[in-house]
């Protein structure tokens, strides 16, 4: 029997762009109805109507599943958003080992996406997906460029952690990304992790971090992607479109973005390895969380 799993979503004034995550997910190559939980939260937007009409044209492909909450200012953010979609999806499945699949509004997953994170899926495995930007939408020259060489500079890296540090749990090919655009992992490691932070910015990688304290394995599997919008008005401050923006910034400014130096990896990478030769390697993921932050010192680099 294969593993269940619910898509879990949140959406803010997101009644232009649900429709398109919608037609996505019931063209995904899995068994239908594919279920999908979306919590719907502080819109005024229409949200509800349009996911609901897109999973009409669906024919039954979907089984959609939608909390409408206002919440009170202080938590009327998307940490509140997605930790009420993904507690309805764990509760929906009913099954420990069943899958949470996070997703964004405004994404576009291949036909692949499911059946991807199914296969990387494992009871401790935290599944994080690459991001592209969504080819079918207008997308300034320079925010494509500055991706370019963002995806230039995250390969580099995993190429300094690969000779220096390999990790067998998370191979080479591997990406880099583990955001809420793209992130599963089971019921139980969920719980253990103890839910998404009520946090307003930050809250996937958060998620993440709780994930792995609680035992937990990041991996990023080169077969597992989606695409996002390259939109610089988001509705999660903190989320991708202000990367959007600073990188519109600079690019307007005639300056690329500030990263940390290829030496910051080196070293990092060296004191992991020391550290598990040292330890077995079990202590490092939350060992790390306690050192600086590495500087940004170095220009992002061209490709």
């Keep these: 029997m294969s593993r269940p799993f619910c898509v879990c979503v949140p959406a803010r004034d997101e009644a232009a762009h649900i429709g398109v995550l919608i037609a996505a997910l019931a063209r995904q190559t899995v068994e239908k109805p594919v279920l999908v939980a979306i919590c719907i939260n502080n819109s005024s937007d229409g949200t509800a109507s349009a996911a609901i009409a897109a999973a009409d044209r669906a024919a ?3 089984q959609l599943k939608i909390i409408e909450r206002d919440f009170e200012p202080d938590l009327a953010h998307v940490g509140s958003a997605r930790r009420c979609a993904m507690e309805v999806g764990a509760d929906l499945l009913e099954d ?11 994404c576009r997953p291949p036909e692949g996406w499911i059946a991807a994170n199914l296969s990387a899926a494992a009871a401790d495995r935290v ?3 690459r991001i592209e930007l969504d080819e079918t939408q207008e997308t300034p020259p320079e925010i494509v460029s500055l991706k370019r060489r963002f995806d230039f500079y ?23 990304d583990h955001t809420g655009a793209s992130l599963a992992m089971t019921v139980s490691l969920y719980r253990r992790a103890g839910g998404v932070p ?9 998620l993440v971090t709780a994930a792995v304290n609680a035992g937990g394995v990041l991996v990023h599997p080169a077969s597992v992607w989606t695409r996002a919008s390259a939109r610089i008005a988001g509705r999660a401050e903190g989320g991708m479109a202000c990367d959007m923006r600073r990188w519109m910034d600079a690019s307007h400014g005639g300056l690329a ?5 290829f030496a910051h990896w080196r070293a990092r990478a060296q004191w992991r390895r020391e550290q598990r030769a040292i330890s077995g390697g079990a202590p490092i993921a939350i060992a790390e969380q306690s050192l600086a932050p590495m500087p940004c010192d170095m220009m992002l680099p061209e490709f």
């Design 96 to 106: 420990d080992d069943g899958l949470l699949i996070s997703t964004d509004a405004d």
């Design 257 to 261: 973005p500030m990263v940390p130096a």
């Design 127 to 129: 599944v994080g997906g």
């Design 60 to 62: 039954g492909a979907l």
């Design 198 to 206: 009520l946090i307003p910015v930050g809250e996937d990688n958060a």
């Design 154 to 176: 995250w390969q580099c890296v995993r190429t300094i952690e690969d000779t220096l540090d390999p990790q067998m749990w998370d191979p080479s090919p591997r990406h880099g």
